[in-house]
């Protein structure tokens, strides 16, 4: 496949309520899309970076800077393009694994599309619907968590997850066992929020049945979530930590978790990702495709990964509605707590053109 060029795009949309973690608080998700063209046809990548630094090192600046000036250069100049070349092109480049993601993401897209194909079919789906958890920010107060926990319990969600940091963990968790009762589906996000001298304290989450605590401890730390999983009965699953298949590997050899949340950008792409999925099956550790806010395109190929057959726990594959009021594609709607997964070709979802004009606040095109 030739690849004639890439369009970059910046976007900016609001979300529904304001989503607060331990590293911050969003308003809005601003983000950037890739438009890979070919003489057979367009695929779309979506970059899970955001604005600031905050979660991992890239950001949506960084992210465009190197794509501009160095990934998409590279891959224009390497020859015929496949999805499964992309990596390999851009291996010379050190990290921006979520800038190399968007890439590959757009190029797979254009490709199945051609080959009318789709992404569950080509990653290995086993399934027609996937299970549906919702990841809930720290709140000013209890009871205005307890009310936005009831309205995603009413509207179907079969898991919920809780954010957490240094005093907003025992009580929260406490207060939403009390009221919705222990058969909820019930796991805590640090996001790195924590330190090995907290194990006394996470420990108090023992009693709680969790499904699991996501990344209690810096990112680096693959000893300290090991020996942190010796100090407590809540299972430890790594998110940040988990930047390709060999960390993947290289954690569960070494005990630092006994789950693993399965982001695609994180690890540089959808194939890494099934990768990871394939290493984690391997060791008989479950894994669940976790999320960056993305749009109808994102949340289109997570909903594919989700459905292979080693995610068995719901992952954070909420409704479209979950963060936005009007997203650029079809929305993805909850039925039972399930959305389904897209059969059309490639991502099965395009832009609605009108409304992605609407909340595009930037535009470029890059071709050799
Ligand atoms: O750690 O899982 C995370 C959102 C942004 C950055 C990191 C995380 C999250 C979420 C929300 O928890 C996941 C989603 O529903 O998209
Ligand atoms: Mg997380």
Redo the contacts with the bound molecule.
């Keep these: 496949m030739k690849l004639s060029g890439v369009e970059l795009r910046r976007v900016r949309m609001p979300l529904v309520a304001p989503f607060r973690?331990s590293f911050g608080t969003q308003t809005e998700r601003e983000l950037l899309l890739l438009r890979a063209v070919t003489p057979s046809g367009e695929g779309w990548g979506e970059c899970v970076t955001m604005a600031g630094p905050l979660?991992s090192s890239e950001y949506n600046d960084g992210a465009e800077h190197v794509l501009v000036n160095h990934l998409i250069p590279a891959l224009l100049h390497s020859g015929d393009v496949t999805a499964n070349k992309v990596a390999p092109s851009l291996a010379k480049f050190k990290g921006h694994r979520m800038a190399k993601g968007a890439l590959e993401m757009a190029v797979l897209d254009a490709e199945l599309r051609a080959a009318d194909r789709s992404f569950a079919a080509e990653l290995g789906s086993t399934r027609d619907s996937v299970p549906c958890g919702v990841?809930v920010g720290i709140m000013d107060s209890i009871p205005q968590l307890l009310d936005v926990v009831a309205g995603y319990l009413d509207e179907g969600y079969l898991r919920i997850k809780l954010k957490i940091e240094p005093g907003w963990d025992i009580e929260p968790v406490r207060a939403v066992r009390e009221r919705f009762g222990d058969d909820v589906l019930l796991q805590v996000?640090a996001?790195t929020a924590y330190t090995l001298g907290d194990a006394p304290l996470l420990a108090r989450l023992d009693p709680f049945g969790l499904l699991l605590i996501e990344q209690p401890l810096e990112e680096e730390d693959v000893l300290g979530h090991a020996e942190l999983a010796r100090r407590i009965r809540t299972p430890v699953c790594l998110?940040e930590t988990i930047v390709s298949a060999r960390a993947a590997a290289d954690a569960i050899k070494l005990g630092a978790c006994q789950i693993v949340n399965i982001k695609p950008g994180r690890v540089g792409g959808y194939l890494e990702a099934r990768r990871v999925h394939d290493v984690c099956a391997a060791h008989g550790v479950p894994v669940w495709c976790?999320?960056?806010?993305?749009t109808g395109l994102g949340r289109a190929a997570n909903v594919a990964l989700a459905s292979l057959p080693g995610f068995t726990l719901p992952g954070?594959t909420?409704g479209s509605d979950?963060f936005y009021r009007t997203d650029i594609t079809e929305p993805f709607v909850l039925d039972a707590g399930h959305l389904p997964v897209p059969a059309g070709p490639g991502l099965g979802v395009a832009p609605i053109p009108d409304r992605l004009e609407e909340v595009t606040t930037a535009k470029r095109w890059i071709a050799s």
Excluded: A, P
Excluded at 290 to 294: L, R, S, T, V
């Design positions: 973690t979660y990841s996000d996001n998110d976790g999320g960056m806010i993305e954070d909420s979950r």
